[in-house]
């Protein structure tokens, strides 16, 4: 069952990464930095802020449950 919820998670993970990979390439860097005023973040930033907290979620994920495993980045 373990490996069955692996497998299911890195096809997701991946479909949306393939997602993710085709909008960015629709975009220009000026388009993905752009702000539209100086309370808004940019596409850039927000991304890297999901990205963030994700590797954080997940890693805390694996801590917890394999507290003996180290961890890689």
């Not at 390439?25 to 100086?38: F, I, K, V």
Request: glycine share 2%; aromatic share 10%.
């Amino acid at each position: 069952m373990k490996n069955d919820f692996i497998a299911a998670s890195t096809l997701q993970f991946e479909y949306y990464k393939s997602l993710g990979d085709k909008t960015f390439s629709q975009l220009t860097e000026e388009e993905l930095l752009h702000q539209p005023n100086d309370t808004s973040n940019s596409i850039a930033i927000i991304v890297n802020h999901v990205h963030g907290n994700m590797l954080s979620r997940w890693l805390s994920l694996i801590h917890i449950s394999e507290p003996t495993r180290p961890l890689y980045i």
